[in-house]
């Protein structure tokens, strides 16, 4: 891993200062974070800015539809074992947010940075990473990203001859068949529970046989590569065969598989898995999911789910009942407008769970949960929600703005 | 329909179950227990035989690899056809829909021939696809009412004189022909662009087919107090967007 202190233009010093201003107006303008307007203004001024910023950097990219932002905490975690990371910590992936972050980070050595799937190809051009991780593709705000295995061809041909190290989920077939195209892949046996968007192969279209946890296209023998690094039940295995076991202080077995592939990505960077998987430890939230607030004398756990693959991971974590559980959706821009992705989430796995709904689609939530055949409350607000709970801890799930709008109410 | 219980056959999964059109047969199902039917679900992958003696099929949307995937294995098994024939009642949206159709044109650019259960056509437009709420009025011959639903596609489908249009639209591109037609029905073979999905927001209609499928008239009525709240809703947000 080489390392560059090459200084920046004066050009692209001037963007990244522009940026800077913008961002502190939105800040003062109580507009968000700031993040990506910064970034935005910055990449007007000077396209080329993403790659010269990222030029003194070893860079990792993390893309996935689920867990990039906890897998980019986790690994800039490990990673500032061996020296400063700059990252994009807050989620905002597109080129601005990027930028926008990479620009704070002058005296680092690593920069993680969460891409937006969508942008992975572009981003990974003009960054020269040094590593690519590639966590799972399945559905998620249809009206807006267009289709799963269009992304999949699209990473597929963006890659393709690319000199980074791409560790990518061995577990995920539309994941192998986007990653195959490169030269240098480290598989990791990371797991996806959701499957409905991997039983066509992608490589020829042909049904893939899944027997077990392998699979593998009857028709041209496309299937699952052999991993070298593997999440086996609360162990991490390492190309040795050593087991690590995980004790993270995030739940469920989605972030297992997040550190599994977060320790296989600190060993490329020479950094031992016990080390990296110690130092994920450390992280009990990540930007409010997971966390757990006091509101109203019950301690709500906020997750954010986003698509049908994001809830079923989450339903696999939660206390089991009768654990109260409050469901929020809303389709806002931000969560794509149509929701008819609840109907490819099994709601029947919530079964004996007191489940209140609110967010602004409560009404198809009702509906879904009565084909379910569940027995649910519609309220008007999170507080209607709680008083009808009894106290103690709740779980809090809700897509994207409605687990903004949770976060606001309990002032976390 | 078989003695014993209703035979729902939910075709190809595998390619043809993007956007929630799964809640379909999930609607279908549920509605049909809560009137005391057993109901026989019968999922079929596309490297299975289609049963040809179900009592109803629905098929949803897919994108268009999987849509020509599902065409080509459809016509070689003959399956859906001749449960066609025997009277089935064909439920189908999006992709499907243009598949049950003369044909359209797939994901290369060819004229694929469909299965010709509907006198449709479909090709692609060339504009944006066409995304949002859907608000249209059903054909007065199946007398329901207003249908709801959300369109996510670029196909444009064709009517040919052995069909009917589903639905006169109010709001929405539905056929996307511009003569403000919605979907397509003939005998027993429906078809819609509507997803959200359809039968979930439009619970007469699951209705509908479950009468065709028992032949009766009229069904007990039961609790639909969530599906017409949310009716309303939707209808009010169309009218008013934001
Ligand atoms: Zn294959």
Request: glycine share 10%; charged share 20%; net charge negative.
């Amino acid at each position: 891993m080489t390392e560059s202190t090459e200084p920046l233009s004066p050009r692209a010093r001037l963007a990244v200062t522009a940026g800077r201003a913008a961002a502190a107006v939105s800040r003062v303008a109580g507009r968000g974070s700031g993040s990506v307007i910064g970034g935005r203004v910055a990449l007007k001024l000077d396209p080329d800015l993403l790659g010269r910023l990222a030029g003194h950097l070893d860079v990792v990219l993390v893309s996935a539809t689920n867990g990039k932002t906890t897998t980019t905490r986790l690994i800039a975690e490990a990673l500032r074992a061996g020296g400063e990371v700059v990252s994009n910590a807050l989620g905002a992936n597109m080129p601005a947010g990027i930028t926008s972050a990479l620009s704070r980070g002058s005296g680092a050595q690593y920069g993680v940075i969460e891409v937006d799937e969508k942008y992975l190809a572009g981003v990974a051009e003009a960054v020269s990473p040094k590593v690519i991780a590639l966590l799972n593709l399945s559905r998620d705000q249809l009206d807006r990203a267009g289709e799963t295995r269009m992304l999949a061809e699209h990473w597929r041909q963006g890659l393709e001859g690319s000199p980074a190290v791409v560790i990518a989920n061995a577990d995920d077939p539309l994941v192998v068949w986007a990653a195959s195209s490169s030269t240098n892949v480290v598989w990791v046996a990371a797991g996806q529970e959701w499957k409905d968007d991997a039983w066509s192969c992608p490589a020829c279209g042909g049904v893939l046989q899944r027997p077990d946890d392998n699979w593998k296209c009857g028709e041209c023998g496309f299937g699952r590569p052999t991993p070298t690094w593997a999440l086996a039940g609360d162990d991490v295995l390492d190309p040795h065969g050593t087991a690590w076991p995980i004790s993270l202080q995030l739940p469920g077995r989605a972030n297992k598989a997040n550190a599994t592939v977060s320790a296989a990505v600190a060993a490329a960077f020479g950094i031992s898995p016990q080390v990296a998987l110690e130092r994920m430890y450390a992280v009990t939230a990540v930007a409010g999911r997971y966390d757990v607030v006091t509101y109203q004398e019950r301690d709500i756990r906020l997750l954010l789910a986003k698509n049908p693959a994001g809830w079923l991971e989450t339903f696999s974590l939660i206390d089991p009942p009768p654990a109260p559980v409050i469901l929020s959706v809303n389709a806002r821009g931000a969560d794509g407008t149509d929701t008819s992705w609840l109907w490819d989430v099994d709601y029947t796995r919530l079964a004996g769970h007191p489940i209140a709904v609110i967010g602004d689609r409560r009404l198809d939530l009702a509906v879904r949960l009565e084909v379910a055949g569940l027995d649910f409350r519609v309220c008007e607000s999170l507080q209607e929600a709680l008083q009808q709970s009894p106290p103690g801890r709740i779980e809090a799930i809700a897509n994207y703005t409605a687990f903004q709008d949770l976060r606001r109410i309990v002032g976390n | 329909m078989s003695e014993s219980s209703l035979r729902v056959v939910w075709v190809y999964p595998d390619l043809l179950s993007t956007y929630g059109d799964q809640g379909n047969v999930l609607v279908v199902e549920r509605r049909a227990r809560r009137r005391g039917l057993t109901v026989d679900r019968v999922d079929v992958r596309s490297d299975e035989r289609v049963p040809t003696s179900g009592d109803i099929y629905l098929i949803g949307g897919g994108e268009d690899r999987p849509q020509r995937l599902a065409t080509e294995r459809l016509r070689r098994d003959g399956g859906l056809e001749r449960a066609a024939g025997n009277g089935a009642i064909i439920f189908t949206v999006c992709a499907g829909y243009q598949i049950v159709g003369n044909e359209f044109i797939n994901d290369l650019g060819e004229r694929e021939p469909g299965l010709g259960l509907l006198d449709v056509a479909s090709t692609r437009g060339t504009e944006d696809r066409c995304v949002g709420d859907v608000i249209a009025d059903i054909d007065e011959r199946l007398g329901l009412p207003q249908l709801t639903g959300f369109e996510n596609h670029q196909g444009i489908t064709h009517l040919g004189p052995g069909v009917r249009p589903l639905a006169r639209l109010r709001m929405g591109r539905g056929n996307g022909t511009g003569d403000g037609t919605e979907g397509a029905w003939q005998e027993t073979v429906f078809g819609t662009y509507m997803h959200g999905p359809v039968l979930a927001r439009n619970p007469q209609l699951a209705d509908l087919l479950l009468k065709l499928a028992l032949d009766v008239n009229a069904l007990p009525p039961i609790d639909d107090r969530w599906y017409e709240a949310l009716r309303a809703e939707r209808m009010a947000a169309a009218v008013q967007p934001g």
